[in-house]
């Protein structure tokens, strides 16, 4: 995830300046500069049932959980469980009236320049509302994020890098991690069973 670039940088120099001159502006600006939150971190987002956080640099890593190139960007600030028993989830649901935005993420090789690339284009929302299980949830209002659409080079590896994701300084963090204490208890950590077989003696008969 990165800033995104709302302002010039010529004009926030400036602004900048403007305070720094002016003697009952400085302290005010200096307290806010030593307590500064990058835009980038804190950011929630959820995928095959993995709750995270993005880090002060914008980093969020999930576990690859299926082997199709193909992923979804869903940006939404609230979803629905739909339970199937206990806090077991049978799928999660897009809310009414709640905005969303849809956006799939394909990747494919070129094959005159034999590079891969993703390529990412706005799609619309399910119709019976449910959420793919190959989506990665962005907890936001979607008009405080920006997807870039069209072809973003890529590497070929079994870890996916995604396209980059931008974030306008108007997204309400603090709001969206209240709400994911709600449903955090549907994010437990997964537990190990271990079951103990038999031991099976294998006869192979080998002719020479």
């Avoid at 004009?11 to 939150?37: C, D, M, R, W």
């Avoid at 995270?52 to 939404?76: C, D, K, V, W």
């Amino acid at each position: 995830m990165h800033p995104y670039p709302e302002v010039e940088m010529q004009k926030a120099a400036q602004s900048v300046e403007h305070k720094i001159k002016n003697p009952g502006k400085l302290a005010k600006y200096s307290l806010t500069s030593s307590f500064y939150n990058p835009i980038v971190e804190g950011i929630f987002s959820s995928y095959a049932g993995y709750l995270l956080a993005s880090g002060n640099n914008g980093q969020t890593s999930f576990p690859r959980r299926h082997y199709e190139p193909i992923l979804y960007y869903l940006i939404t600030p609230q979803i629905f469980p739909v339970i199937m028993f206990g806090n077991t989830i049978h799928h999660w649901e897009l809310m009414p009236q709640v905005p969303a935005k849809l956006y799939k993420l394909e990747k494919k090789l070129d094959e005159d320049l034999m590079e891969h690339y993703w390529h990412v284009s706005q799609v619309p929302l399910p119709e019976d509302k449910i959420i793919s299980k190959k989506a990665i949830i962005i907890f936001a209002n979607p008009e405080k994020i920006y997807i870039p659409e069209g072809i973003t080079p890529t590497q070929d590896s079994p870890q996916l890098v995604l396209p980059d994701v931008y974030i306008k300084k108007s997204v309400a963090k603090v709001r969206e991690a209240l709400y994911i204490l709600t449903i955090r208890q549907f994010f437990a950590k997964p537990t190990t069973d271990y079951k103990h077989e038999p031991l099976n003696h294998i006869k192979q008969m080998a002719e020479l």
